[in-house]
């Protein structure tokens, strides 16, 4: 089984404002390296029409966001945090943006429900503190 741990980084958190700006994978496996495919960089980078957003240099996230989607489909499990509210549903919306098919539903396991509600009383989901409250 392979397990992906993703991370999606966008421009805003709504869809309708916001790009993928880019995603970071690591395999859970031994040896294994993170990597990112990033919007502003080759194969993924595309310079919009000048009439988009009248930005003649945006940078539009289609290849982006197929590409994201490509791989996070090789996996068999995603490991997130905050990625069933927030990654996968605004990579959805913008592969729907875009015209695409959305993720194809795998298991998914998002790390942030195990910070507060019946398993731990942290205080805070934010990434940030719990990281600060484990020492990490």
Same mark, same amino acid.
């Given at each position: 089984?392979?397990?992906?741990?993703?991370?999606?980084?966008?421009?805003?958190?709504?869809?309708?404002?916001?790009?993928?700006?880019?995603?970071?994978?690591?395999?859970?496996?031994?040896?294994?390296?993170?990597?990112?495919?990033?919007?502003?960089?080759?194969?993924?980078?595309?310079?919009?029409?000048?009439?988009?957003?009248?930005?003649?240099? =945006?940078? *539009?996230? /289609?290849?982006?966001?197929?590409? %994201? &989607?490509?791989?996070?489909?090789?996996?068999? $499990?995603?490991?997130?945090?905050?990625?069933?509210?927030?990654?996968?549903?605004?990579?959805? =919306?913008? *592969?729907? /943006?875009?015209?695409?098919?959305? %993720? &194809?539903?795998?298991?998914?396991?998002?790390? $942030?429900?195990?910070?507060?509600?019946?398993?731990?009383?942290?205080?805070?989901?934010?990434?940030?503190?719990?990281?600060?409250?484990?020492?990490?």
């Amino acid at each position: 089984m392979r397990i992906g741990v993703v991370d999606l980084e966008t421009t805003d958190l709504r869809c309708i404002m916001g790009r993928g700006l880019c995603a970071s994978f690591l395999e859970i496996a031994p040896g294994k390296q993170p990597y990112t495919f990033r919007a502003d960089r080759k194969p993924w980078m595309t310079t919009a029409p000048k009439h988009w957003h009248n930005e003649p240099d =945006a940078i *539009l996230d /289609k290849r982006l966001v197929v590409a %994201i &989607r490509d791989e996070i489909e090789r996996y068999n $499990m995603l490991v997130t945090w905050n990625g069933k509210m927030f990654d996968v549903p605004f990579l959805n =919306a913008r *592969l729907l /943006k875009v015209g695409e098919r959305p %993720i &194809r539903p795998q298991l998914h396991l998002d790390a $942030m429900y195990y910070a507060g509600g019946c398993s731990n009383r942290i205080g805070s989901k934010k990434l940030e503190n719990v990281q600060r409250f484990l020492g990490l």
